[in-house]
């Protein structure tokens, strides 16, 4: 099935709003409340849920995309480039909260930050296959795609760094 320009779009906003939905959780993490993750209970396990969720969705949102055609109107491209680019500030957002609520809590990382560091690997993973489709799809958007998918990439390398659980002790 050839999926309309509309359809990736919609598809693209789906993830989007999934994305936002972690913000909340992510925003919530505290020096007072990180320690709960270790159980199970607090911000953190929402975050890893939800983010597991995005995982998900990309990989429905890739099987949509197989054998779609490369989109010849510009406008097609254009909406899906625009919907690209709303995902990644969203997206962005996201993890620059990551980043900041790790260095919350550094001493605590090696316990709960590895969880979360493990679907962000797969949220990379995912969301560079999708970039990639929509490159191919998208010709004449190519550059800026490329450029979206890029910027994304160095922050969510960030925030992988960011909670990978590695401590260094200054003495």
Not at 46 to 55: A, E, F, K, N, S
Not at 103 to 119: D, E, M, Q, S
Not at 139 to 163: H, N, P, Y
Request: aromatic share 6%.
């Amino acid at each position: 099935m050839v999926l309309p320009a509309a359809g990736v779009k919609d598809s693209i906003i789906i993830l989007t709003t999934k994305s936002q939905s972690c913000q909340g959780p992510a925003n919530q993490i505290t020096v007072v409340n990180v320690a709960l993750a270790v159980s199970g209970f607090g911000p953190i396990p929402v975050v890893i849920q939800r983010l597991t969720d995005i995982v998900t969705t990309c990989g429905t949102t890739i099987q949509q995309f197989a054998g779609t055609k490369p989109y010849t109107e510009k406008g097609d491209q254009d909406i899906i480039f625009e919907a690209f680019r709303d995902f990644v500030k969203v997206h962005q957002d996201l993890l620059n909260i990551l980043i900041g609520k790790g260095g919350l809590v550094p001493a605590l990382l090696p316990f709960v930050g590895p969880p979360l560091a493990a679907v962000l690997r797969q949220i990379e993973s995912v969301v560079d296959t999708i970039a990639f489709e929509l490159i191919d799809a998208c010709e004449a958007r190519s550059t800026d795609l490329t450029a979206q998918k890029d910027a994304l990439d160095v922050v969510i390398g960030k925030t992988i760094d960011t909670w990978s659980g590695s401590v260094t002790v200054t003495v």
